[in-house]
């Protein structure tokens, strides 16, 4: 990374928190730049990072637990301005001599505090009763650490923010971070500007420009290949990567027969008309569907699929010569997974991620996303001018239309999937809904229902819809869709699809029921 893009920087230690992702995002859009990192990093670490502040996150500790998280107290000495969150200010408080101990009850959900110093944390604030706010914790602060003031409480919180000025150190025990508290953001910029100087250089445009003279400068004259599927992430790392290297990048998208009608023929036409990419197109079908057949344990077409991916792409890239590089679309998220210490994600599912490429080819990766969010990924996507339905996307699993076909894999079960499918997204994108849920797709299940259709009795298939809304697929709700869009979609299929005489809508939330339904 270039020095000016990076000259700004705020450290995040997780402390196991559910919302330490969430600090961050909301830290990125004040456009300035920060990172995660587990608690117990070194303080070498810390200085060789040299942040302008520390954020501590929450934590579902007590700082009584005999396995509680305690960073390295040198810390402190950094004379770094930090703010505690929660767990964060409880940790604080223990260190610097205060007394923490248990509320009479677990305090959750919103409640409204009184500020009494609007200056620094809540500049810009009415000293006054009434400021909503998040609370999340079980543990309280009782006294305060020596040095520090109560800036703001509440009824069950005496302490419900406290600061040592002089030495900036602040702390929340509210969770500035979520929606539910509708100044957060102003709070974090108080901390992130007045009180630890920043300025917002973090912008996309800026991102943009760094990142492809970064490219240029890693990759030199060495070739790079990249699995290109049409998503917003591999298709923002191609556009990215093609800016940087024009061709001595070349693209393969592996059509395994499990795609959405048209998607090949549209992600081609793009990138080969339009960006006069380097694009290899191989069609797979028949040998993904031979691999496929009579296998319906999803978690068997899932291994399937992974592995003959490989076993395709390394063949094309072979045929297209060497390339010392692979182009990969990791996001920061996968990124954090894999270094936070215990974080409440750390069980996601690893399939999610088509793994073993660059070990299989030895290649060295190249991940130009690996520092952004989402949300940052489709700025960057905007900023180089990809179209906006390609930058909106909904995700669509790399195992696409196979852990949506329930039971057998068969081209005429995919073609019934198929022209549902098409008419779900038609009807969705015209009620405006396709940009406001995060995914909504048809699935076939492997059962026959009775019906009639003029004086004949039927007995086909049957068409689940499942649309959910979600901030990051961890959990999710289904879409209130209204009736009336419902039943456009359901006569739609049923009158259009041959083969499909029943429509049901999914009402699971996730937990306890998956986005997928294999
Ligand atoms: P679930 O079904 O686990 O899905 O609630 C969460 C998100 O992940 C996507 N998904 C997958 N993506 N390979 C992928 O690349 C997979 O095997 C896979 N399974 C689920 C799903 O579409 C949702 O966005």
């Known amino acids: 990374m270039t020095e000016n893009l990076h000259t700004q920087k705020i450290l995040i230690l997780d402390f196991g928190s559910q919302y330490t992702q969430l600090i961050a995002r909301r830290v990125r859009e004040t456009q300035v730049y920060c990172e995660i990192h587990p608690f117990n990093i070194s303080l070498e670490k810390i200085k060789a990072f040299s942040p ?32 505690g969150i929660c767990y964060g200010m409880q940790y604080l408080t223990h260190l610097l001599g205060g007394v923490v101990s248990k509320a009479a009850d677990r305090e959750y959900g919103s409640a409204s505090i009184n500020i009494n110093d609007a200056e620094d944390l809540f500049h810009g604030f009415e000293e006054r009763e009434g400021e909503m706010v998040w609370m999340s914790h079980g543990d309280r602060i009782d006294e305060m650490p020596r040095g520090f003031a109560v800036l703001a409480s509440s009824k069950n919180s005496p302490t419900a923010a406290m600061a040592d000025t002089s030495r900036r150190i602040f702390g929340v025990q509210f969770h500035p971070e979520v929606v539910h508290t509708p100044n957060g953001t102003k709070i974090l910029k108080n901390f992130l500007f007045r009180i630890c100087g920043c300025e917002p250089l973090w912008t996309m445009a800026s991102f943009v420009k760094s990142t492809i003279k970064e490219m240029r400068e890693t990759i030199g004259e060495e070739r790079v290949i990249c699995g290109l599927s049409g998503g917003v992430d591999s298709s923002v790392t191609a556009v990215l990567l093609h800016h940087a290297i024009g061709s001595q990048l070349s693209c393969i998208l592996v059509d395994n027969g499990l795609l959405r009608r048209g998607e090949s023929e549209e992600v081609m ?37 992974g592995k003959e991916f490989i076993t395709i792409f390394e063949k094309k890239a072979k045929e297209l010569g060497e390339a010392r590089y692979l182009a990969q679309g990791t996001l920061y998220p996968d990124v954090i997974e894999s270094v936070s210490f215990k974080g409440p994600s750390a069980t996601i599912k690893s399939h999610h991620n088509v793994g073993g490429l660059p070990d299989v080819m030895n ?37 696409g239309l ?46 026959r229902t009775v019906g009639v259709m003029g004086d004949e009795r039927t007995y086909e298939n049957v068409i689940a819809i499942r649309s959910v809304d979600s901030l990051d697929a961890m959990t999710a709700d289904w879409t209130r869709i209204p009736y009336d869009v419902l039943g456009r979609i359901s006569n739609r299929i049923i009158n259009q699809v041959r083969g499909v005489n029943r429509v049901v809508y999914d009402i699971s939330s996730k937990p306890p029921g998956t986005i997928e339904w294999e």
Do not use: C
């Open 52 to 83: 302008m502040g520390i954020i501590f996150s929450g934590g579902p500790s007590s700082i009584y637990d005999k396995d509680a998280p305690m960073p390295d107290k040198g810390i402190l000495d950094l004379n770094l301005p930090i703010l």
């Open 269 to 305: 036409e793009l990138f080969q008309e339009h960006y006069h990419m380097d694009m290899h197109l191989v069609d797979a079908t028949d040998h993904f569907l031979g691999h496929l057949k009579d296998v319906t344990d999803p978690e068997e077409k899932r291994k399937i699929i």
């Open 363 to 399: 290649l060295e990766l190249v991940e130009p996303l690996r520092e952004l969010f989402k949300d940052e990924v489709r700025q960057v996507g905007f900023e180089l001018g990809l179209p906006r339905a390609l930058v909106m996307r909904q995700p669509f699993p790399g195992p």
């Open 402 to 447: 196979a852990v949506r076909i329930l039971g057998e894999i068969t081209h005429e079960r995919l073609e019934i999937l198929r022209s549902a499918d098409v008419i779900l997204l038609e009807e969705i994108r015209k009620a405006d809904l396709y940009e406001k849920v995060w995914q909504s797709f048809a699935v076939l299940l492997p059962v």
